[in-house]
């Protein structure tokens, strides 16, 4: 087995530890920083992306594949900026104003960046105005908004149309238990994310147009 498929292994598998041992081995071994992020650490998390998507593995099991992940990945990060290895895209996300819940939309950074993405994460209780300033600072390739309560919907209506109205290239990207495709559709977003996995390919296909 190469040291690149354990690697993947030990991302499907949580383990931090064997990440951590088996990305020095490649760095050693001299493989590229891009090679290890994308056959190595972003193919373990695809894997359990596809997986959680069918059901087959649960939200700790992701919890634990993107921590294992995220130790790779900090070990070649430094070396991935010096050799100037390029971002899929960026992808700015927060859970509206009024509503406090962020696994979710946690879950869905988790899975951008092991799909080789940058997030700027928002946090909770998002005012619209700081959606609008982060679009002017960042200007992300994409915008995600998230609630849970059925409460903060009108909330997230009133975030994408003022997005939109703002800039009307913004592409925005809605999620969340209450939120639905149709619900996305009459508000005007870009696209719907029905679960985390599914944020990951709404974002490719909305960067890849």
């Avoid at 598998?13 to 090679?35: C, R």
């Avoid at 972003?42 to 998507?53: H, S, V």
């Avoid at 430094?78 to 290895?85: D, F, Q, S, T, Y």
């Avoid at 149709?182 to 960067?207: Q, W």
Wanted: aromatic share 4%.
């Amino acid at each position: 087995m190469s040291t690149l498929e354990r690697i993947k292994d030990s991302v499907i598998g949580g383990s931090a530890k064997k990440v951590k041992e088996y990305t020095d081995v490649a760095i050693s071994e001299g493989l590229d920083p891009s090679t290890i992020l994308n056959d190595g650490l972003i193919a373990g998390m695809n894997f359990i992306g596809a997986r959680f998507k069918k059901n087959e593995v649960y939200v700790p099991e992701v919890l634990m594949a993107a921590r294992a992940m995220h130790t790779g990945l900090s070990i070649i990060k430094p070396l991935i900026v010096k050799a100037g290895v390029k971002e899929k895209g960026s992808v700015a996300i927060g859970t509206v104003k009024g509503d406090m819940h962020d696994i979710g939309k946690n879950l869905v950074i988790m899975m951008l960046e092991g799909a080789g993405y940058k997030v700027i994460d928002l946090g909770v209780d998002v005012p619209t105005e700081k959606f609008i300033q982060v679009v002017e600072e960042h200007k992300p390739d994409v915008v995600g908004v998230s609630a849970l309560l059925t409460t903060t919907m009108t909330q997230m209506q009133d975030t994408v149309e003022k997005l939109h109205a703002h800039n009307g290239k913004t592409k925005v990207i809605v999620g969340g238990a209450p939120v639905s495709e149709k619900f996305a559709r009459e508000i005007g977003a870009n696209g719907y994310a029905a679960d985390a996995a599914s944020a990951v390919d709404t974002v490719a296909g909305l960067t890849a147009s």
